[in-house]
Structures are given as C-alpha cells and as structure tokens.
C-alpha cells in the first residue's frame, strides 16, 4: 500500500508543492514551483489539486513563511493567512502548518 502525503513550502515569492510517497523509502511526485500570484492560497491549492486530477493524498504538511499560532499562520511576506482548519475543510483527514525555520530545525534532527 502507498501512503502519500502533500507537501509544500510557503515562502515570499514562491510556493513548491509535491506529493510525497512511501514506498520503502519517500519519493516526490507532481512537484511544482509556483510563483505566488494568486490571491490566496486556498485558490492556488485548489488549482493545483485540480490539475492533478488524481485521488488526494489524506495528509497535508506545509511549511510556511510566518509564526503558527494555534494552528494558524498570517503569513509574514504576503496578504495571506491559512489554518490548519481551512486544509481539512478541503478533504484532508489531518493537516500540519509549520514555521518554515522550525521544519529546518525538525528536519536537521533526523
């Protein structure tokens, strides 16, 4: 069975998006980098799932520009704001927002 997950990065002038697999070991599929000019990141998630025209992953984890308080970021370098709550109205079963600086951090102490 393969587990997926989708992953991103939310940054200033970009968002990098990827479903991520197990198969015995991770590996990225669909992955984009996308220049943030949509008006909100709930209509650029939309679009991108839309593409993909595939079942979606049931996991969510994005790392993102801003403090995550409560589940909830207002994103540093844009007009954006996005919470955990928001990503499960669209169909995932959990959902994990994480400063940019502590996934790094998390990431190193693997």
Same mark, same amino acid.
């Given at each position: 069975m393969t587990r997926s997950i989708l992953v991103g990065d939310i940054g200033g002038t970009h968002v990098r998006l990827a479903i991520a697999e197990f198969k015995g070991q991770w590996y990225l599929r669909d992955k984009q980098d996308i220049e943030a000019g949509s008006s909100s990141f709930q209509?650029?998630?939309?679009?991108?799932?839309?593409?993909?025209?595939? +079942? $979606? @992953? %049931?996991?969510? /984890?994005? +790392? &993102? +520009?801003? @403090? &995550? #308080?409560? !589940? +909830? &970021? #207002?994103? #540093?370098? $844009? $007009?954006? /704001?996005?919470?955990? /709550?928001?990503? /499960?109205? %669209? !169909?995932f079963a959990r959902a994990l927002l994480l400063n940019d600086f502590a996934a790094l951090a998390v990431a190193a102490q693997v």
């Amino acid at each position: 069975m393969t587990r997926s997950i989708l992953v991103g990065d939310i940054g200033g002038t970009h968002v990098r998006l990827a479903i991520a697999e197990f198969k015995g070991q991770w590996y990225l599929r669909d992955k984009q980098d996308i220049e943030a000019g949509s008006s909100s990141f709930q209509q650029l998630l939309s679009d991108y799932l839309d593409q993909r025209g595939t +079942a $979606r @992953p %049931f996991n969510i /984890s994005l +790392a &993102v +520009a801003g @403090p &995550v #308080t409560d !589940g +909830a &970021v #207002t994103f #540093t370098n $844009r $007009r954006w /704001s996005l919470s955990e /709550s928001e990503l /499960s109205a %669209f !169909g995932f079963a959990r959902a994990l927002l994480l400063n940019d600086f502590a996934a790094l951090a998390v990431a190193a102490q693997v």
